[in-house]
T-cell receptor, first 110, second 113 residues
Framework: KNEVEQSPQNLTAQEGEFITINCSYS?????LHWLQQHPGGGIVSLFM???GKKKHGRLIATINIQEKHSSLHITASHPRDSAVYIC????????????FGQGTRLTINP | NAGVMQNPRHLVRRRGQEARLRCSPM?????VYWYRQLPEEGLKFMVY????????ESGMPKERFSAEFPKEGPSILRIQQVVRGDSAAYFC???????????FGPGTRLTVL
């Protein structure tokens, strides 16, 4: 079993829909990243969080440390949001390397 | 402030040749990470370096792969005697501090013929 599990693996929605991508992890962490990888392959860091909630534009990320769970929400989704969204954790204190989920492929149709 | 730079963006090598991938971190960042993404697979950690030091190379294959981050110049990931299975996207990330947010470069796509 992977240390970081994402669901769903694939998600197709219509423009304007509210999107939720989930991430569960089985190890103690010091922080969690949400990353976006576009079809061209580049990776963009969306959020790094260790507690609570962060918001940037139409994107919202939440984390529940006790339940070892994080969600990424996209409001008013748009075709340009189509990408692979990747959850990654930094294990424990003083650790550095990211451990990645398998990614969620999101397609937003116009 | 320029982002993380990687070059080349695309690299084609024949089996047995050497591949050198370069990564220039963001200004002020002294922590560099290399990750590999095999075709149709997720990202995997390879190595973590600070200036002139390898801190964690637990994800590096034991043979043919090496990494450095010299006092001056970019970090280098070197793959000797490449094989077809080395074909992948190699991403570099940098952060300004221990445990800080990591910022990714555009990646180098290595194809081994």
């Amino acid at each position: 079993k992977n240390e970081v599990e994402q669901s769903p693996q694939n998600l197709t929605a219509q423009e304007g829909e509210f999107i939720t991508i989930n991430c569960s992890y089985s190890v103690g962490i010091s922080a969690l990243h949400w990353l976006q990888q576009h079809p061209g392959g580049g990776i963009v860091s969306l959020f790094m969080l260790s507690s609570g909630k962060k918001k940037h534009g139409r994107l919202i990320a939440t984390i529940n440390i006790q339940e070892k769970h994080s969600s990424l929400h996209i409001t008013a989704s748009h075709p340009r949001d189509s990408a692979v969204y990747i959850c990654a954790v930094i294990r424990g204190q003083g650790a550095q390397k990211l451990v990645f989920g398998q990614g969620t492929r999101l397609t937003i149709n116009p | 402030n320029a982002g993380v730079m990687q070059n080349p963006r695309h690299l084609v090598r024949r089996r047995g040749q050497e591949a050198r991938l370069r990564c220039s971190p963001m200004k002020g960042h002294s922590h560099v990470y290399w990750y590999r993404q095999l075709p149709e697979e997720g990202l995997k950690f390879m190595v973590y370096l600070q200036k002139e030091n390898i801190i964690d190379e637990s994800g590096m294959p034991k043979e043919r792969f090496s990494a450095e981050f010299p006092k001056e110049g970019p970090s280098i990931l070197r793959i000797q005697q490449v094989v077809r299975g080395d074909s992948a996207a190699y991403f570099c990330a940098s952060s300004p501090e221990l445990g800080g947010e990591q910022f990714f470069g555009p990646g180098t796509r290595l194809t081994v013929l």
